[in-house]
């Protein structure tokens, strides 16, 4: 079956510096993928949806100069939180397009 | 846009017992799925139900699209069902709208 695969898992960052975020698609090509974020017990909301070759539409209220999304090829999709803070410490997961298939998830805690 | 509520927010079980976890979406949707977050936060997909009914082992799940709910139900409850259990509609955006989610804690 489809296999999204995400990394890192667990990443802690200093305050003020940026984090990169890999979401691939192992044995399909994804045109189109999406981002989510997950605040400690709630629930998953989308920021933003990442489109192969074209810029990320994002969510009303996502800062898209915070969360920089590029889709550079079929396969790869990377969010960059750019100045991390203490308040993006949150859980994100990316999904592709095709059936719902989610990666494993990224908890960023930044200190 | 489409609001999706689950409802019991949290649910306590013995082992060994039923239960039934409910979605309410208020629009009309071209796919609906079942999700159990582990504790470890990995999304697994249950059911792709956007109408009828499903079974799966111990799990099946109705949805009634016409009326605009969706059911799940875990039979014979085990302490490996334990987690978060979350509904999450395409209205046709193919992104995922989730609901609030029913934290499940199954006790031996």
């Known amino acids: 079956g489809a296999v999204v695969s995400q990394h890192p898992s667990r990443v802690i960052c200093k305050s003020g510096t940026s984090v990169k975020i890999e979401c691939r698609s192992l044995?399909?090509?994804?045109?189109?993928m999406f981002w989510y974020r997950q605040f400690p017990k709630q629930s998953l909301m989308l920021m933003a949806t990442?489109?192969?070759?074209?810029?990320?539409?994002?969510e009303q209220g996502v800062e898209k100069d915070k969360f920089l999304i590029n889709h550079a090829s079929l396969t790869l999709s990377t969010l960059t939180v750019t100045s991390a803070h203490p308040e993006d410490s949150s859980f994100y997961i990316c999904?592709?397009?095709?059936?719902?298939?989610f990666g494993s998830g990224t908890r960023l805690t930044v200190v | 846009g489409i609001q999706v509520e689950q409802s019991p927010p949290d649910l306590i079980l013995q082992e060994g017992a039923n239960s039934t976890l409910r979605c309410n979406f208020s629009?009309?949707?071209?796919?609906l799925q079942w999700f159990h977050q582990n504790p470890w936060g990995q999304l697994i997909n249950l059911f792709y139900?956007?109408?009828g009914t499903k079974q799966n082992g111990r799990l099946s799940a109705t949805t009634v699209a016409t009326e605009r709910y969706s059911l799940l139900y875990i039979s014979s409850s085990q302490t490996t069902d334990s987690g978060v259990y979350f509904c999450?509609?395409?209205?046709?955006?193919?992104?995922?709208?989730f609901g609030s989610g029913t934290r499940l804690q199954v006790q031996p």
């Open positions: 999904s592709a397009s095709l059936g719902g298939t």
């Open positions: 044995d399909f090509q994804a045109t189109t």
């Open positions: 990442s489109n192969e070759g074209s810029k990320a539409t994002y």
């Open positions: 629009d009309s949707v071209n796919n």
């Open positions: 139900i956007p109408s």
């Open positions: 999450a509609v395409d209205t046709g955006r193919r992104a995922l709208t």
